[in-house]
């Protein structure tokens, strides 16, 4: 299973549970629930972050090689 599969896996898991707390807590307040709601909003933020970064290194490659290109290109501009 790839990364990108596993944080949708992961993603769907989630936001199908948020989904039960809201209409849990649509009956009535619960300070749990909203707690849960809240850490779960949290967690989705991350495992979002988490795919936008693979997909970025998926497709423009590992960040320390991105880092080397651009210093080699400065260094070139520079001795132009």
Do not use: C, P, Y
């Amino acid at each position: 299973m790839n990364v990108l599969t596993g944080i949708h896996t992961e993603i769907d898991q989630l936001s199908a549970r948020r989904v039960e707390l809201w209409h849990a807590l649509s009956a009535g307040r619960d300070s749990a629930t909203a707690d849960e709601i809240k850490q779960i909003d949290e967690k989705l933020t991350e495992l979002w972050e988490a795919h936008r970064a693979e997909r970025a290194r998926i497709r423009f490659g590992e960040r320390d090689e991105i880092v080397r290109r651009a210093r080699a290109e400065e260094r070139l501009e520079r001795a132009a």
